[in-house]
Each structure stands twice: as structure tokens, then as C-alpha cells.
């Protein structure tokens, strides 16, 4: 996922804007303390639809009237913008092109547009991000629960008082259920499984209620009385049918006990037809088609959704190959003059803007096509769950017709009123001494067949691998740190560093593991520049990693607030009391920091984003050459984001 943010902007009612300029790689903003530093980390989550606004109250939340992100989404730009808190928090969701100038930006801009809810706008976004898993239900508590862009900023910002903690890595773990949701949902946002996969084990959970339902029923409903009535209830409806008789079907159990052994007699005085049992078989046989309909239907809408998922994603293959042919081709000058003559070829011109307009419906018809390429494994999930409802249906019933057709039409061996009457009474005292009895049909098909789907759908799961790859990416995240802490300022009780992060057993922990196999957890060891530095190490290894995921949704933006301060004083006028050994430990942190962020995009071919604030300016560093090329801007002597 190639993801950057190119600009934070900000204007007040007035139109007047304060622009933040960002690139791909390192940017650095330094400044004293109080200049707006520290907050444009709250105005990054504040539109990433923060369910709150966590902005510093004062001279920024005075000024401002609009925040915006300027984001550029696999070479696509996006507006991402956010009124105030105190003007209600609309936002808004714009598409520009490649060449989009942040610069150029006004207010004018959002005058003409409507402003959006947070939640729309968050899909919006989650889509252009990839993110499409929409359904995690694994278990009862977890229904409808979505992946969330709001649990990847866990892993993009390191707020200041959280990248020196000894008792907290992630932003925001201090809330259980946000911390569960964003450890659950590693797995989509390191690009290891989608929601085929989630699907498929709602699948398997709903296949193993049923199965215990069933095992249920062949060992325990036996007792019940509602599956006893069940059973029983028919054979009663087709004993009064056909004597001609009306039947309560709301009887309750006991009293259809007691009707048993004082069922009407057939009177052999009366002439009996078969015209109620006929009404009775027909009423069935309309049942049946009417599930056959909705069964038909259903088929049709699922072959229609497979067949659009399948449609979309070859034209969206095609229009994608017909874009880059379009970049070859594009038209580059306005104006052509014969060699020869001298004259203006206007013919040349026309078809340079014919091919223009052409290019130009080909991105419209990439956007359109884009939302047929969704992944449709949660609806094929829900139809064929509604498919398994209707063939339990129709079984049901099938029994019940045959039972009409071999016993009471048909059957040539039954020939008068009578025999029927007799046979359809023997029926019910029969059931009822099972009843008594216990005995009832067993469902060993079933249950046969039920184990069999599940055990299809299970070698799907085990397809993707999850419990391997989370230990592959567990070893990555630990050899990564590792190497990373070679050049960070760690005690020497703790090197050489073996850094642990629990990723498998889903806890999230961080430690350092002696060779004694003792654990020393984070909340564990002393001194801050331990702490900074295991943030550090941490989450660029989680940067790394992602970068090295081909379908990974997560943003490749990094965001450290106030790095060096474990060594640096927030006072410029104390910097003279830093020592040698301080201003070495920092430089290593930047350099290590330089390093690693190039180092992912050569080997990656993606260059992250990692912004980082801070109150040093990079003069006293070694590596003071290459601070200044990153810095994007320098609030000091009045200087300042507002």
C-alpha cells in the first residue's frame, strides 16, 4: 500500500490557510515548545474520524475552521477534511488527480460541496485504503463488527507521552475493548486474510450449531415437547382430512396425547371421499413451490453476484492496462506546425483532444468500475446459509407428500375409506407408544453430512495459513528490532539485544529474553532511553513489515512526537547542560531512524512516511546535514503553526 500524507492545512472563516508541506520519506518539524507541534498529531487522528476531538483547546482551535489532509492512496489523490468540533465535525471526501496542487487549496473549495458524517466518510476511506473485511463475527459478542481504519492508528502514531512509556506501545490500549479489536484485526491489516476467510468460519461456526442441535435432538429432543408435537401434528391432520373432519392444529401436546386414545371412529354409514385429503396434499404441494421459487431466486441473485465479482474485476484488469497505454500516450504539447508550410495542423490538434477526452472517460470508468470489484464472500455467505433453511423446509414436506401419496392416494393395497382411516389411525397410536417409548428416527445422515461441510470448509481456512504467517511475521518483528537496537541507546545489561514482541498468543507483550531464559518486560526495565528505544525499534519493524505485505490495507505513515526527549530538555535555553554522551545517543536515533526508513524503501520499492516532531534542531548532531534535509518547517522566534 503506497500511502502518504502530502499536506495538513488549515484555514480559519476568513480563507486564510496554514499549510504543513509533507513528503514520501523523512520530514522533520522542529520548533520551541507551544508552537502547534504535539498537535498536528491530534489533527491527523481528528481526520482519520476520531470519534472525538482531542485537539489543544486555544490559538489553533481558535483559528481554525477546517482541517484537511492532502493524501496521496496508490498515486491517487484524496481530500480528507473536517470542520471544527465546535461547528458540528462534518467532513468532507474528495478524489483530484495525480497533479493536484496542495498549494492551490481554498476554502472555496468545500463551499460547494456537503458535508458528510464521520462514519461515511470513514468507509469512503477505508475503501480507497482497501480495507473490505465487513464482517468478523467469529462468536456470539462479535456480530456485524467490521475492520476499522480506526484500529490501524494504533500503529501510526507515538504520541509524546506514550513513545518514552514503560506501560504502554499501542495509542489508545488503555481501553480493553479497543485494545482486543486492534490485536484481533492484525491479521486483515497485514494483508493475511480477507473476508473470504471471516466468512468462512461464520460458516463453520453456524455448521457446528447446527451440528450440536442436532446431536441435541437425536439424544435429548427426544423429551421435548415441541419437537414431539412436531412430529405428532401431521399425522393427526391427516387422519381428520380424511374422514372429513376439522382439525385444531393448536392443540397442545398433552392435549394431543389425550385425542389419541379418543380419536373420532369412522363411520361406515357415511360416504367418505378423498376430497379433504386431496385439499390437504395440494395445500402441500403449493408449499413446495413456493420454497422452490425463493430457492430459484436465490441461486439466480447468487450466480448474478459471482458472476458481477468475476465481470468487474476482468474490466477493471482491462481498463487498468488501457490507463497505462494512455500515460505512454499522452498528449504533451497544444499546438502543432506543419515542417513544411509553416501552417497550424488543426486536424493533429483534434485528435490530440478526442484522444484527451477518451483518457479522461477512462478514469471516470475506472472509479465506476471500481465498486464492482468489491469482495462479495459475506452476501454468497448469507444466501447459501438461507439455501440450507429452504432445503430443511422442503424435506419436511417432501415426507409429508410421500406419505399422502404412498398411503392414502396411491397405495393400490389400500383400497377403501376404511383401510386408510384404519391405516392413518395405527400411525398415531403407533407414534405415540414411541413417544412413550423414547424411540424416535434417528439423524445420522444428517449429522454425517453436516461433518462433511465442515470438514470442506476448514481445509479452505487452514488455506490461508494464519497461525504460520503470524509466526513468520512474529520472527520478522523480533530479528528486525534486534538489528535495529545494535545503534540505539540500550543498557548494557540488556545487550546484545534479544527483543521478543508476543504477536501468536495474541497479548501484544514486549520483552527482552535473557539468556536464562527470564523475560524482562517493558514495565520492567529501567531507565527511559530503554523505553524510547523499544518504541522505536518496535514500530519501525511494524513499518517494515507491512511494507513487505503485497495486500496490506495499512497506511505506511509513521508519526513520533518528541523522540529525543529523554535526553533533550524542552528549553532551548538548557540545551548547553545536554552531555556528549546525550547528543551521541540522539544522533544514533536519528541516523538509525534515516537509515531504516531508506532502507524499507529500497528494499521494498515503497518509500514510507515517517513524521517526526521535535524541539532539537539538529545542529549539535553528527548527522546534522542530513536532519536539515528533512526538515519541512522550523517554528522558532515567533514562528509557529498558528
Known sequence: MKSYIKAIIIFNKNGEKRL????????????????????????????????????????????SYIYSLIMNINDDIYIIARRSWETGGKMYFSKENIDFDENTLSLNYFTSKNGSNCKDVQLELESALGLSVTN????????????????????????????????????????????????????VFAGIVNQEYYSDLITVSDLEKKLKQQIKKQDDDIKSKGYIRENLLPLFEDYYALLGLEFNKELKLEELLITASNLPEFDEKKLINNETIIERYNNLNKQLEELENKERNIILTKKKIEKTSVTGNDLNDELKKLEQKTNIASVEVSKYICPICGQNCEEISKKDFEIQKAIEWLKKELVVTKKYTVDFSEDIRKLNRELSKIKTEKETIRDQLDTIEKKYITLKEVISTKEKVDYAKTRIKLHVEMIDSGIFKTKAEDLKQIREQISEIRKKIQQFKVKEKLNEAQSFLSKNMNSLAKTLDFEDEFLPANLRFDLVDGTFDMYQKQRNGEKIHLYEMGSGANWVSCHIALFLSFLRYFATQDNSPMPLIMFFDQPSQVYFPQSDDNLDKVTQKDIEAVDNMYTTI?????????????????????????KKLLCKEEFEKYVRCEWRNGEALI
Do not use: W
Not at 456485524?144 to 489508545?172: D, G, P, T, W
Not at 524503501?601 to 516532531?613: A, N
Open 20 to 63: 504543513v508541506p509533507l513528503k514520501q520519506g523523512v520530514n522533520i518539524i522542529t520548533g520551541e515548545s507551544k508552537t502547534g507541534k504535539s498537535a498536528l498529531v491530534e489533527i491527523i487522528d481528528y481526520c482519520l474520524c476520531s470519534a472525538r476531538c482531542t485537539i489543544p483547546k486555544g490559538k489553533i482551535t481558535d483559528f
Open 594 to 618: 534515516f537509515n531504516e526508513i531508506n532502507s524499507i524503501g529500497e528494499d521494498t520499492g515503497i518509500l514510507p512516511q515517517i513524521i517526526i516532531v521535535d524541539h532539537v534542531d539538529g
Open 136 to 187: 468478523l463475527a467469529t462468536g456470539e459478542n462479535l456480530k456485524n463488527k467490521k475492520a476499522s481504519l480506526r484500529n490501524m492508528v494504533s500503529y501510526l502514531f507515538q504520541h509524546q507521552n506514550l513513545i518514552a512509556s514503560k506501560f504502554a506501545l499501542f495509542y489508545r490500549f488503555s481501553d480493553y475493548y479497543k485494545r482486543k479489536d486492534v490485536i484481533d484485526q492484525f491479521p
